[in-house]
């Protein structure tokens, strides 16, 4: 059977790259699907994509830093469908640079988009997984939420940050039948990681055991896998998808 057959999953940042292949494995795998993304066009060309698999979707557009947007988002689809019980925080930016020459701005931009805007999500959808008892919450950090990583400082705060709130709220949640994870891909070759310099991404491969980045399809999988009903005992952990980078 299927394993989201007949859930409703929200997924932020779904307007393209890993956020646009989750939403439509979700959708593959008989979910309904809400995609939310700053982008407009984004969000309705994978919502249309999510139609095409034969499942109901919502083309949602809103900034996720915003409590009242992350609000109105998600309350259009609990108007329509009743429910939400899959969210996956997915949505992240990147404004790097060595900290000594970071702006005030790069910093709170980075932290509220991709710490801040997994809370607006959290806050918005789990009063209803708590009264339904059941839910899954997969929060897209990142290895360098663990590593660190020179010239990230705002973005390797923000992915550490989601994995504090990950621990915290799987432990508020889990005799709910919630559970919230985080999925902390390595480097995966989409279009954050194909905007660095060419010698940048060939020494990010060296070191990485596995000698590549990693597919979209690869953090797909362990997304899949966490929003499963056998991943039901399951919370609280990072589930890192790198190729062996970090151990
Ligand atoms: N690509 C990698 O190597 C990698 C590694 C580790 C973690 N991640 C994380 O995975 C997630 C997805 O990464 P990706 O490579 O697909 O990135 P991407 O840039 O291709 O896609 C991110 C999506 O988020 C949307 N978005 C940005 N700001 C938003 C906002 N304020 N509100 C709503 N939507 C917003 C963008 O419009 C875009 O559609 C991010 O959280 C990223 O930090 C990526």
Request: with cysteine; charged share 20%.
């Amino acid at each position: 059977m299927a394993i989201a057959e007949g859930r409703v999953a929200l997924v932020t940042g779904a307007g393209q790259g890993i956020g646009r292949a989750i939403a439509l494995a979700l959708a593959g795998e008989g979910a309904d699907v809400a995609v939310t993304d700053v982008n407009p066009s984004g969000a309705e060309e994978a919502a249309a994509a999510v139609a095409a698999a034969g499942r109901k979707s919502w083309a949602l557009t809103g900034d996720v830093s915003d409590f009242g947007a992350a609000r109105e988002m998600t309350e259009k689809v609990l108007q329509d469908s009743g429910r939400i019980d899959i969210l996956v925080n997915n949505a992240g930016i990147t404004r790097d640079g060595l900290l000594m020459r970071m702006k005030e701005q790069d910093w709170d931009s980075v932290l509220a988009v991709n710490l801040k805007g997994g809370f607006n999500f959290c806050r918005a959808v789990v009063p209803g997984m708590v009264k339904r008892r059941w839910g899954r919450i997969i929060n897209m950090s990142s290895v360098v939420g663990v590593m660190g990583n020179a010239g990230q400082v705002n973005y390797a705060a923000s992915k550490a940050g989601l994995i504090g709130l990950t621990k915290s709220l799987a432990r508020e949640v889990a005799v709910r039948g919630v559970t919230v994870n985080a999925v902390a891909p390595g480097f995966i070759d989409t279009a954050m990681t194909q905007a660095l310099p060419e010698k940048v991404r060939m020494a990010l491969q060296q070191q990485i055991p596995a000698g590549k980045l990693g597919q979209v399809e690869d953090v797909v999988a362990a997304t899949l896998f966490l929003a499963s009903p056998g991943a039901g005992y399951i919370t609280g952990q990072v589930l890192h998808v790198n190729g062996g980078m970090y151990t």
